[in-house]
C-alpha cells in the first residue's frame, strides 16, 4: 500500500469515526469518505463510469426486430434491458468487488470494525457511491432509450422497478462475497470475472433469453441476476405474465438470502496473510 493511499485510507476511517452517533450520519461521513478514496482510483472510475454506456451499443446490433420477432420483445426494450444490466455489472458489482478487496488490503475495514459503526453500516457505507452511480446510469441510459429508440414507458413499472430494487443490494451482497475468493485486489478482479461472464452470456443481458433454446433458458433463468434483468425487460414490454413474476421475483429473493447469509458467515475484514 503506497504512502499517499494509506493516509488517504486513515483521513477516511477518521473522518467517519470522530464524526456523528447516528446511523445515518455515520453512513453519510463514510460515503463521502469513500467518495474520497474512489476518486483516486481511475481505473474503477473508468469500468464504472464509461464501460455500461459504451457496451450497449453492441447489443443495438445483434438485438434487430427479425431476430426477435415473435418473442414480444423490440429492440429499444432489449437495448435498454442489457444497458440496465451493463450498469448494475459494472457501475455496482464489479466496481464494489475492488472497493472491498481495496479497503480490506488497506485495513481501513478493521479500522472501522474498532468504532462504532456496525458491520452492515461499513459495508453499506462503502457501497453507497458506487449505487448512487448506477442508479444514476439506469435513470440515464432509460431516459435515452426512450428518446432515441422509441421504447415508451415501461407498460407495466411495477416489475421494472421491483427489479431494480432487487438488483442493487444482490450486486452489493455479490460483489462482498466475491472478496471472500481473493488475497489481492488484483486477484479480486479475477475472482469478479466469471459472474460477468455467465451473467452477459446467459442472464439475458448480451441474448435475451426469450430467443434462447427452451432448456437452455430454463438453466438460466436460475442465475444470479437473471430474475431481476427479466422483471426489467418484462416491465417495459408488458409481456410478462404473473406466473413469470412470481417465479422471477422468488428466485431472486432467494440468491438475496443466500448471498446475505454467505457474506455474514465468511466475509473477511481483514487481509489474508
Known amino acids: 500500500m503506497s504512502t499517499a493511499t494509506a493516509a488517504t485510507a486513515a483521513t477516511a476511517v477518521t473522518a467517519v469515526t470522530a464524526v456523528t452517533t447516528t446511523s445515518a450520519g455515520r453512513l453519510r461521513a463514510l460515503a463521502r469518505a469513500e467518495l474520497t478514496l474512489i476518486g483516486r482510483s481511475k481505473g474503477v472510475l473508468f469500468t464504472?463510469?464509461?464501460v455500461p454506456l459504451v457496451l450497449p451499443f453492441s447489443v443495438s446490433a445483434s438485438a434487430t426486430e427479425e431476430r426477435l420477432k415473435g418473442t414480444g420483445l423490440s429492440t429499444g426494450t432489449v437495448v435498454l434491458s442489457s444497458a440496465i444490466g451493463f450498469s448494475l455489472l459494472f457501475a455496482v458489482y464489479s466496481s464494489l468487488v475492488s472497493v472491498y478487496a481495496s479497503r480490506r488490503e488497506e485495513l481501513v475495514l478493521k479500522r472501522l470494525r474498532t468504532g462504532e459503526l456496525r458491520d452492515t453500516e461499513i459495508l453499506a457505507g462503502a457501497?453507497?457511491?458506487?449505487?448512487v452511480l448506477g442508479l444514476t446510469q439506469v435513470v440515464v441510459l432509460a431516459v435515452a432509450c426512450t428518446v432515441l429508440l422509441d421504447t415508451g414507458a415501461p407498460k407495466a413499472p411495477q416489475l421494472a422497478l421491483l427489479g431494480i430494487v432487487l438488483a442493487i443490494p444482490l450486486c452489493v451482497a455479490l460483489a462482498a462475497l466475491t472478496t471472500v475468493f481473493s488475497r489481492s485486489v488484483e486477484s479480486a478482479q479475477v475472482a469478479a470475472m466469471p459472474l460477468l461472464l455467465v451473467t452477459m452470456l446467459g442472464s439475458g443481458t448480451v441474448v435475451p433469453l426469450e430467443v434462447m433454446p427452451d432448456t437452455l433458458a430454463s438453466v438460466c433463468e436460475?442465475?444470479?441476476?437473471?430474475?431481476?434483468?427479466?422483471?426489467?425487460?418484462?416491465?417495459?414490454s408488458g409481456e410478462m405474465s404473473g406466473g413469470d413474476a412470481l417465479q422471477a421475483l422468488v428466485t431472486a429473493v432467494a440468491w438475496l438470502v443466500f448471498a446475505v447469509f454467505a457474506v455474514r458467515r465468511w466475509f473477511r475484514w481483514e487481509p489474508r496473510r
Open 48 to 50: 464504472a463510469m464509461f
Open 127 to 131: 457501497a453507497l457511491p458506487a449505487v
Open 222 to 236: 436460475l442465475l444470479p441476476l437473471t430474475p431481476v434483468l427479466s422483471l426489467v425487460r418484462g416491465g417495459w
